[in-house]
Structure formats: C-alpha cells, structure tokens
C-alpha cells in the first residue's frame, strides 16, 4: 500500500499571459507575498504556507498550468513513487531543482499534466516586516486583500476521469474520497486527497474533451465569513466572479470563484469536513443527484461546466478575454 | 413634516392555507415561540422581540398578507397619523384591540393592503423556562432552528409603487432610502424605513398587476454567519430554497429567501448598512443597474420576479403547489 | 418633547501627543482614510461614514478629548436644541465652521466635555481611487487593516453621571436604554443614544473623580468575526491589547479595546440589539450584578475600571507611557 | 516509523456522578444524539462523527477519565502496535469488543491513563427522523445546541509529561507539533497529532501531582462564530463558563471551556492552523513567553492550571461542588 509516501501538494506552477496584472490579483487581492521573482517567473505565497512559496506564476503565451509539484514524506518515499511512476510507464525524468526545494522528479498524468515529486525542501524565513507574533505561524498575517493562508488544492480537466482517478490512487497513493458516476457508468469526477483534507487534488471531465487543462486552483481562508469577505473585496478591485459565495454539495466545501486576469480560475475556498475514516469508500453520486445543483439548491453557472485554461474552443477564447478586459491595466 | 410619529413595523398577520405546518416551519425551523393561539390564529414572536408577538398566523384559504400592524410612538402621533390617513380618504376605521396591543386604526395603502396602527402595547412578560439570563433581552435564546432574533421588514408588490410610496412617505412618514426608477421613468421599487434600519417597508411592482399581494417577510438574525447556518438547517428540514445565500445590492441586505408550507415566501436577513443622513436622498438604480444581478453579480432567481401571495396566475398556483408539498405532512 | 431634534453623532476631536504614530494607528491599523489635513491636524473617515469624516485627530500635549459633534435633524432642530442649552446655562456659543461642515454651537456637558451641534455638511465625495462599485456605500471597501465602518459611539467619564445623563435627556434629547445603579443609590454608569441603536453616548463614572475625561471611542465593524479578525492583526502591529475580544453584558456589544499610540483607548465594536420601544424604560444594573463580569462570566480587566485621557493620576500616566512605547517609531 | 498505523481518535468514555444531569448536557446542551445506551453508559455522537459514537459517559463516583480508544488503520497496523506496546512494558491485554466496534487492546499511559486500540467499526447508520440530505454527511445537522460536529481532542494531565510525550511518539507514533519547555528544562505541555490537524492529544504538567487525570475533551465546531454563540446559548442553560471565548497561543484554536454537571472540563473548539510540513519541528514555547497569557494576550484563568479531574485537592473537590450545583437538576 502506497499511502503515506506522499505529504501534500507542494505548489502550483500557473501560466499567464499577463504577468503584471496577475502580480498584482495575487498580491494585492488575494494578499498573498511576492518572495522570489526569476526569470519569466514570480514566486508567490500566503501567510500560513511553510515553504517559501505555493504558487508560482510565470508568464506564457496562453494561461493553464505549468506544473503541479507534491512533497513527499522521506527521501525514501519519494524514491518508492518515483519507482511505481516508471514502473507505470509515465517517468519523464529529475530536475536538479527549483526555488525552494531540491532534485525532483517529472513525470505526467494520464491526461497529459506536468506534475513534479520532491522531498528536500527550504523552510520559509521571513523577512523582519513579515516576522509574526506568534511563532507557531511561518509570516505575519497582513490582513492585505482576502488574505488567504494557503494553497489548498487543484481542480485538474481529464479526457478520462477513471484512468487519472486509477492512477492518483494505486500509483500516487492519494484516496479516493467523492466521485461522480453518470448513468452510463462513465466517472467524471473524483475527489481525491493526502490528509484528512476533504480533497486536494480534483478531476472532472473535460467538456472540450482537451487534454492537459486546468480547471482552477484554490487557496485557503479560515472561515466561510472571510470568503464572504473576498467577494466585498474583489468587487471593488473589479475582479470577475464568476460563481458567487455558497456551498458546495461535493465536499461541503465553501466557494467563490473569480478570473484571475491571466484568465484562469480561481477559488478561495473554506469549510467542508474531514475524512478520518482510513477505511472510507467513495461517496459516488449520481447524475440525477447533481441535477439539483450544489448544497443549497443554488444552480451551478454555465461557464463553471466548460471553461478552463488554456481555453480549446473559440467560445472559450472570447470569455477569457473578457474577464482578461474587466480588470483595468495597472 | 411627519417623522417621527410612527415608531416601527409592529407586526404581520401572515394567512396559510396549511396552518398546522406553518406553525411547525415558524416553530421548530425559524425557532419562534407560540406565545398565544386565539381562534384560527396563532401568535408567534423572535427571542428579540420586546412585543407579544411579531407574527400572527392565520388560517385561510389562499397564502397571503391579512394586514401589517405600525406601532405610533405615543398617543398624540397615533391621532397626527389617524387624522392624515382620513384626509388622504384611505381610512377604515378603529377596531377595539386584538392581543397584546390596544386598539387599532384600520387602513389601506394605495394598492389595497390592510395596515393597522396602533399604540398601546402590552410588554412580553417571558414565562419561567424562557426567561433569559441577561435582563436587557426579552427572552431567552434557546438556538432552536435558525433561531431568528425578530421581524425585520416586509416586502409588498404593488400595481402602482409610486403611489404607494408617495402615501407612505407623505401621509405615514416614512423615509424613502434607496429605489428603482425604470429607463420610461417608472418606479418600480422603494425602500422604506422609520429608522436608520436601511428598510422596513419595501414596494415592488407586481409583475402580475394584482392588487394586495405580499412578496415576502423578513426575520433578522444577527450575522451573515446565522445566515449561512440557516440554509444548513432549512435543507434539513426539507423547507423549499428559492434564492440561496448571497447578498443584495439594494440596501445590501445578507439573504436567504425559503417558502413556508403555505406557499408564502420568507426571508432570513442580516446585514446592510445604517442610514444615519437625515437629509439621505434616495439612491435611485436604473434599468441597466439592476440587469447586473445581485451585489456579487448573482443572477436573480426567476420566480423572484413575478411569484407573491396569494397566488395570481395559474403558474404562481402550480409553483406554490410544490412548495407546498416539498415539507412533508407532520 | 425634544426627542429626534439630533440625528446622530457626527465625529470626535481626539488629541494626542504622538500624531504621526497616531495617524499611523487609524490608517494601517483601523484602516480608515485620511481625507484631509489641516494645521495639526489629520481629518480621518471609515468606509461607511456618509461625512467627510468621523475622526479629527489634533496632536496635543496629553491625549484625551477635543470636543464631540453632534448633526441636527434640520436648521430648526439646531435651533430649538441651542435655546434649550442656553436656557440650561451651559452654552460657549457659535463657531463659524469647521471642515466638512458649517456653523456649529459649542457648549460643555456638566462634566466640562466640550460638545458642538451643527447641520449643514458637505456630503463625502470620493476621489476615484475609492470609488465604491455599490453606489449605496460612501467609500470604496479597501479591506486594509481593521477596515472599521465608521465611527460608533463614545464613552465620556464624569464625575456626576446622573448629571450628565438628565442633560443629555433632558437637553439634548437622547434617550436612556441602560444604565448602572450602586445599593447606595449613586447612577455610575448611562448608555444613551439619539437612534435605535443600544447606544451612541456613554457616560461612566470617573474612579480618579477628574472632569473632562474620555473612557474611549469606539468604531463599528459589521460582524463579531470582523472583531476578532482585528484582533489577529492589530497584535502584528504590535497594538497594545487591554480587553480582549469578548460581550458586554450591558448593550450585548462585541468588543476589542486597545491603546492607540497616543495613550486614548479604543474600541472596535459590533453587535448588540436594536431598541425599537418608543417608551422603553431603561434597564437599571445593580451592583451585584455588575459584579458578575461581563456577559460570559468574564472579568473586567483592572485598567478598564480608572484609566482614561488625560491621565489623571500618575499611576495613569505611568500605564500610558508603557502603551505608547509598545508600538514603534515609525 | 511507526507514522501511520494509529488513524485517529476514536471516543473517550467520561465518568460522571450526575449521569442524568451530563446526558442533558451533552444531549441539549451541546446538541449530541443519545446513539445507546447500556448499563450504566449512555453513548453519544457529534452529527459528523462517522462511527456510532464518540463519547461514552458512564456512571461513577467521581468524575474523570474512563478510557480513550484509538482506532488503528488496518488490523496489521493494530498489530504491530500492540507489539510495541507489549515491547514497552505497557499492555494490559485484549477486550472481546465494545458497541460499535471490534476487538481492543487495552493497555496504560506512562501516568496510568487507560487506553484501548482497536480497528474494526460499525459504521453509523442514522435513524430515519436523522438521516441528512447530503449524503457525505453521516448525519442530519439537527442545530440543536451548540451542535457540535465531532469529537476534536482530550488533554490529560501527567506526572511527567516528557515519558508519555515520548511513549506517545515513538510507541504509538503521534506527532509532536508543539510544547512547552520551562526554564529549568522540565517540559511542562505536548501538543500531538495523528494528522494534519494539530493536536488531537494533548499533555500538561499535573499541578496537583496526581496521576490518571483529565484536563479536558474537546469538540469541534465549524467556525469561530459557533463558538461564540455557543457561550451565548450555554449561558441560558445555567452551564457554568471557566474561559470564555478567546484564542490560544498554542496551536491557535479558538476555545470555550465549560464545567458539565459531573464536574468534567469540556471544551467547544475550532479555528487553528494545519500541519502539512512531515519534517515539521516541535515548536517549543518558553515559560517567559507563556508568561504573556493567551494569543490576545488574554491570562489564563487561575482554575486552569490546578483543576482536573478526578479532583485531587480538597480546594478541587470545593470547586467541583459548585460546579456541579450550577446547573439545575432536571
């Protein structure tokens, strides 16, 4: 049995095609601290983040995802990965390193997405302004924009939920914790995790049946209050909602989902629950049970069921940019 | 000029053609207590209410409003209000009293809903098992169901919303706070109040042009938090959700809106803003204002816009009809 | 009845001997705007305040209280309420105007608290950087720092309580909702207010039996979790806590109270209950019950009981210089 | 490494000399479902607790702690627990089962407090008046109460904190996030974990020098706000309140603690942070910086630090009694 090997998503690497304003959406909306810049690339973090930096933001040509980075557990747990993920015939290969952690090994989803293992990692030491008052917390809470503390997992667009699903759990190690069965017995969603965490990592179908797509990444506030918070906030900086504050029937979790200007989603999320059994089978649902929309009977908006970066449809395209337009040029 | 002399939305009487699950829904969902039953009615009242009652359930054929009670700050105001509602000929006339309150000056608003006013009360002497611990509130918080605090505001559709605001800012006194004014110059909303509470009194057109006809009440909890917990609670119980949590733009109210089993449709509110100018002109939003949804640009729920009580149109029946039948029989 | 000639409380002078530390305090901190600077002083405002401020900050050499300004309803009112304090024997007399507002009447409570009433005003117009999306909101939510709404009440020392507050009533208007009275009879404490609100001026008793003095003032936030949010970050700029978040037993409020910089205390406030009674009779605390803490058993921190600005004691000084020294130099 | 074998808290049997008196508490008070009952236990659930029950109160002379089970994550875990336990000098030996779950080791603490392992469970499955809506949930949210979620935590009390720390690192293979070390080197508190979340079993140095004891157990609630509103609604029902709401410094949960009838500490908890770092270092807090009260700088209150159960001290015996008076019987 694999689980354990791996600790958490590490980081996220994001594409944008329009770096500046993307910046500015992280640090000044979501209050998130620019640590490191190099190349084409911003390292970025929120308060509660150990590791230097959770999200880094690189400039590209179309948004999407560059990489999704997990930590394992030892040196010797990522060697065991790192051997299942060759055996499985989806190794690409090891890094030296990147900003923040050592050697790391590349390798590929079923559906294409770049993702990365490592273990050596450096611990976050913060500057004197950001150096907090309680000891127990990596930074300082800055209280800037929705202040959020930290990534808290990845919504990655598949061609095939079950193969990706299949390969997260037997060869990752990660548990399988909701999912959706249509009634065709196709699986188009999974709702998978490291922890006790009701998800981390997430596959839903592809509507544009594109491979390698991001739906959104998410990063976490303490309570539903602060997401209600985020939306007062992002409204006034001029950020497109595209899904307003409620509750998720999956996972119970928490949401409001903006456009970040580079034009990929993004979730501040709270709440849901914790799964303690080590024993628990999927909560599966049926399409009927989706019909009736999320937790408080709150309709789920049409581009929620389509869009994601980088756009594969010309429809696509033309809504990217206009949540790419809504916010003002710096 | 009139302000002054009414004090505050005293009470609703709220018509259901299910009484016995209408109690239940007040009761065990929005945590009210029934403080007395007389005949066909039963009194209902929040924790916070320093009255009797705020509500009076009454048994009927069709949902709807039977009358809305204002209480007059003192003797002399009630006589100013009685003396100026009989010059703009829309009197009735007194009636004797009805429980907890002394006697009553019966009348009509433009569009032909009862009002009452009156200004004798009887305070709520809470018995032993609801006494509260802190002297300075009426009763005792017991948590129960969404645990509503006290009757907030009323909303009324209206064939002609002008004339009924002109009547109650000219002739009641009430401030006319914020208001929706139509590209043609038609007002088509008004938001009320006697206090620095952003409303209490709210006119809407009735997009069936009937006469008399409620759009909702409003119970108030004392944070978006309670809100949210509401809507929780609400599925539970299997109480019908029209409009999920989210917020208002127009006096940005924090909202739920649910129907209670006799097809009338209720609000559990908190938030908005206090309107401490008294020299406020109103905030008029236009056509193009309002097509942009709610303050997080969440689109307006389509029932929103035309369904009120009692029923004025073979649909509103067929829509009320299976709000009716979601809660199941006690 | 001089009830409703004053709307509501307009702003507050406070003086300081640290004002740029000071301003400093209500900008990052509070995260209130400074609208404009005139002499030695900064004129600051929260989001919600209709007027271009609520804070007049002048640098002093000891802190405490510059004067508080009260709005009238209309002209008249201004000037049936001067009569009757003129009539009382406790008028100074006119003042041409001061920023933001026009003529204003200055006259001292019978403690010798400087009070000014005035009516014109200029309505807040923001500069497009704060431009609000919701046109119903004055200001733009910045979301910097404790982000208060506006200014709430005010919290004045006397020496004779029952004095001031039959001025107040009697005088000005206000009415009695609370109030504290020891067994031997002596009124040491009145929460009063001009609005439904639980209280907008209150009067408590001065343990070093000085006059003049300032307890506090106090700023709203919309919800309790907003309270304890500014607690997490005010301990990260290094604000001195003297009462933690917690519930007054009179008014039901939510509180925080700190030191600003310059030595006066405080508030951040939310909560509490409205008081719709046109007739409601004051709720009178005994001692006994005072006794118990405040609403959830928790006792009153020693300085609340006699520290206030100007100190008038050296213990008084001794425990400011310690707060003004907690916050560092700019 | 032993990391991994041990899933989670499972329940904690509670002893108490008022039987009917703690079940109301936890039934009405704290909003729990009475699941069984036998003999002389009542065993009671959180609606998110996903086994049949997570406390066990049973019927003693005095208050205190009967045991606290851990639910191994699969029977070759167990196993290989109990080896080590039995390697350690600690086990007692194997129980038959208990209602709702298999087989379970019984074995000590280096203090003497019982504890049993076991891994097969029943899961729960809920009446039909309790079935919920979501069906991720394994209950009906009922509202009742404080409507607790799930039992969080249990701290004890040791002799020597740094033995059972130790026993509880390398024999069951906790994690330890953080603790308190005093000046002379004694470690005086342990906070440990079985997953992300960061404490699920916490040490404290015994005042009393007293072995077996119980500081407290702690359940979960969402949000910071339930937690307030659970001191508002405890109040009503007479439940005597040792520490209101406030914020730790360690692991930053927001608390409540309570006094039940029988005498035992109980905490309402939420909020804190996650550890997601598996080379994350103990953070080890000083007797100087405990010295500075709570994360608002709030103090400790003095029965804290001395009062546990069973009483130990004729002082705690006196302190208990009251405790007990304070909620009236039935």
Redesign the interface.
């Known amino acids: 049995m694999s ?2 090997d791996l ?2 998503l590490g980081h996220v690497e994001l594409l944008t095609p329009e770096p500046e304003r993307s910046v500015r959406f992280f640090v000044d909306g979501l209050g998130m601290e620019a640590e490191a810049a190099d190349g084409q690339s911003v390292f970025l973090r929120g308060y ?1 983040d ?2 230097r930096y959770s999200l880094k933001l690189t400039e590209a040509e179309e948004p999407g995802l560059g990489h999704l980075a997990i ?1 394992a ?2 040196p010797e747990a990522l060697e065991r990965r790192v051997a299942a993920i060759e055996a499985a015939g989806r190794g690409i290969g090891w890094i030296e390193s990147d900003l923040g952690h050592g050697r790391a090994y590349r390798f590929t989803d079923p559906d294409g997405h770049v993702f990365e293992l490592y273990h050596e990692v450096e611990q976050y030491e913060p500057p004197e302004h950001l150096r ?6 990596p930074q ?7 202040a959020v ?2 990534l808290d997992h990845v919504n990655l667009l598949a061609v095939d939920v079950a193969d990706c699903r299949t390969f997260a759990t037997d060869v990752l190690g990660y548990r399988h914790y ?1 999912g959706i069965v249509l009634d065709d017995g196709t699986e188009s969603g999974a709702w998978l995790s490291l ?3 009701a998800h981390e990592l997430i596959y839903v179908a592809d509507a544009r049946h594109a491979r390698g797509r991001l739906h959104h990444i998410a990063f976490w506030v ?5 997401v ?2 985020a ?3 992002l ?2 900086h ?1 950020v ?2 595209e899904f ?4 998720h ?4 979790g ?1 949401f409001l989902y903006v456009f970040e200007p580079g034009g990929n989603r993004v979730e501040i999320t709270s ?1 849901g ?2 799964v ?3 024993e ?1 089978e999927p ?1 599966l ?1 049926t399409q009927a ?1 989706r019909s009736r929309g ?5 309709e789920t908006v049409e581009s929620f069921h389509y869009y994601g970066t980088p756009p594969a449809h010309e429809d696509d395209r033309a809504y990217a940019a206009r949540s790419r337009e809504a916010m003002p040029k710096p």
Do not use: C, M
């Not at 307003?244 to 509750?247: Q, R």
């Open positions: 689980f354990g600790a958490h509660g150990y590791q930590r557990r030892s907090p008052v309680l000891r127990n917390q300082r809470f800055t209280g800037r924009g929705a503390n930290r909701e922890s006790i965490a303490d309570t539903r209050e602060e209600l918070r939306a007062d906030l409204i006034e001029l497109p909602i307003a504050p409620s509750k029937t999956i996972s119970q928490f709440g629950y914790f303690y059994d080590p628990r909560v649902w049970e999320q937790a408080w009977e709150v």
